[in-house]
């Protein structure tokens, strides 16, 4: 079975401050990782992946995320804050041999002016 | 540009009804989901399905079914709505090949049951 654990369900930052959303997982074999985020009423859009190779993955609007297999863990991170990141925030994970998604529970992101 | 249409983006039904959503994609892709949004709770997967007449349960099945005729549309059945089936629901897509292909997600169907 696999899991994934988003810690803070809600997270606040001043616009032009780091962002950092915590993800750890839980696989019985090689993970493949994910960020989607979500927009309100929309559905969801990927922000970046993890499949093999260079740990440290950059996606779209200034995202990036590392994946730290020895932490199983899969941060994500921006280092300056825009308005317009308010949203929610999805971590997830497949395994290697399989092509279903397991979601965190999310993480809402506000941004202060 | 890869396209997931859910047929409605929001909807309001009573208590017993069968409730049927409806999904297309336009990207030929093997693999569709159905997938449920709580607050709190994040994605939880009801049904999948990687081929046409093919399905397999996800984590909350019960109370739902799902059927594919086509490769393109994947449909989520309600047979009997209840109060605590309210929820976003999305429809997702994923080629074959690699499991580390992204999936491509609908706008979602915000139901109701009153």
């Known amino acids: 079975a696999q899991s994934v654990t988003q810690l803070g369900s809600h997270v606040s930052v001043s616009e032009g401050a780091l962002v950092l959303l915590r993800c750890n997982y839980s696989?019985?074999?090689?993970?493949?990782l994910f960020w989607y985020v979500q927009y309100p009423n929309q559905g969801l859009q990927l922000l970046l992946k993890?499949?093999?190779?260079?740990?440290l993955v950059k996606g779209i609007n200034g995202f990036e995320a590392e994946f730290k297999k020895s932490e199983t863990s899969f941060h994500l991170t921006k280092p300056s804050a825009h308005m317009s990141d308010a949203a929610e925030y999805f971590c997830a994970v497949t395994r290697s041999n399989d092509y279903k998604l397991s979601f965190g529970a999310g993480t809402t992101v506000t941004v202060r002016a | 540009d890869v396209k997931v249409t859910q047929s409605s983006r929001y909807l309001v039904k009573r208590t017993g009804e069968k409730v049927f959503l409806e999904c297309v994609q336009d990207?030929?892709?093997?693999?569709m989901f159905w997938y449920r949004q709580d607050p709190g709770l994040g994605l939880r997967l009801i049904y999948f399905s990687y081929d046409v007449k093919m399905k397999e349960k996800g984590d909350i099945p019960e109370g739902y079914s799902v059927s594919r005729e086509k490769k393109e549309r994947f449909s989520l059945i309600l047979e009997s709505a209840s109060t605590n089936q309210t929820s976003m629901y999305l429809c997702a897509s994923k080629p074959t090949g690699t499991p580390g292909t992204e999936a491509f997600f609908g706008q979602g169907t915000r139901l109701t049951v009153v």
């Open positions: 696989s019985s074999v090689p993970p493949y």
């Open positions: 993890y499949t093999t190779g260079a740990t």
């Open positions: 990207m030929d892709h093997e693999n």
